[in-house]
């Protein structure tokens, strides 16, 4: 079983920025990428960015000037850092970890989610 646990939401002003974390315990071995999901009101959960055990990142192409992903391997954790933050970026934000290669059908996991509220 793996655990996650995103941190780092809150109520944020249009136009700053804010980081969000992802925190991944467990038996970890079978999770090849990680990625942010969000969830505004009324909406359905979008993939947002997602990024490889090795690095690569790739994200959905209305936030990719905006978005970063990044990882630690040795801590453990993937971050998100959004810049320029607009009122149509609040939502939950989920951290889901999965086998993207095959091998694990039922390595797939999810965080409790993290809120972020954009005031403008």
């Known amino acids: 079983q793996v655990q996650l646990v995103e941190s780092g939401g809150g109520l944020v002003q249009a136009g700053d920025s804010v980081s969000l974390s992802c925190a991944a315990s467990?038996?970890?071995?079978?999770?090849?990428?990680t990625g942010w999901h969000r969830q505004a009101p009324g909406k359905a959960r979008e993939l947002i960015a997602a990024?490889?055990?090795?690095?690569?990142?790739r994200y959905a192409a209305s936030v990719r000037d905006r978005f970063t992903i990044s990882r630690d391997n040795a801590k453990n954790m993937v971050y998100l850092k959004i810049n320029d933050l607009k009122s149509e970026d609040t939502a939950v934000y989920y951290c889901?970890?999965?086998?993207?290669?095959?091998?694990?059908?039922?390595?797939?996991?999810w965080g409790q989610g993290t809120q972020v509220t954009v005031s403008s």
């Open positions: 467990g038996d970890t071995m079978c999770i090849t990428a």
């Open positions: 889901n970890a999965a086998d993207r290669d095959g091998n694990y059908p039922a390595c797939d996991y």
């Open positions: 990024i490889t055990n090795s690095g690569s990142a």
